[in-house]
């Protein structure tokens, strides 16, 4: 396959051209760290990472996975609900290298953070999951984005029919209970701190940590 049809069938959006050269041929080549590496970069022993790994060859072959594929596996989960957006927003936050693919590696390292990372990892994993534009503050409009995204989901699940000014009401309504300063933005540090003083948040947040 040359490079070209390989751009095509991965979807890879890269202006520089050397850059873009480099990335083909590192995916096209991509092998997973070692054992040893994975388990130091991570909080999954050795046998739990070749397990991750198993499920994750099953879907994705190659060892990575766009975000069109991604999609479609995310999709599986809610087979009624509009995935489209909330798959958008979690593919792009495991996409630590900002190439538009996620490795293994990416995979398993968001993957122990949310699963046997602290409160206050877990934590900037979903602020950086919310800052939507990439720009280290979050405003009402990350949470408006946000939101619709879960409503998407929820909505045909729950057969209600949810309208934009409702979802602007209850943006509004969060955005306030975060945003105590009257600022209109959240730094990672205002977001965690916020959320640690919220027992339900917290709550849910522990919902996350699992075995494999």
Known sequence: MDDRRWRNTHRLTIVNTDYAEDVV???????????????????????????????????CPSGTVNEETFKTIYGQFFPFADTSTY?????????LRSTSVVTFEDFLICLS??????????????????????????TKDDFHVI??????LLGNVSN???DHETIREHTTNVFQKFDKSHRGFLTVQDFV?????DPLIIQSIETLRTTV
């Not at 096209?28 to 970069?41: C, G, I, N, V, W």
């Not at 798959?87 to 792009?92: N, V």
């Open 25 to 59: 041929e590192t995916l096209k080549r991509y092998k997973p760290r070692s054992l040893d590496e994975l388990a130091t970069r991570t909080k999954f022993s050795k046998k739990e990472i070749q397990l991750i790994y198993q499920g994750f060859k099953q879907e």
């Open 113 to 138: 953070t949310l699963c046997r990372g602290t409160i206050e990892e877990r934590l900037k994993w979903i602020f950086a999951l919310y800052d939507t534009k990439k720009s280290g503050k979050l």
């Open 87 to 95: 798959a958008h927003l979690i593919f792009s936050t495991f996409d």
């Open 193 to 197: 701190s916020c959320c640690l003083k």
């Open 147 to 152: 939101l619709c995204a879960v409503y998407s």
């Open 160 to 162: 209600r029919h949810y």
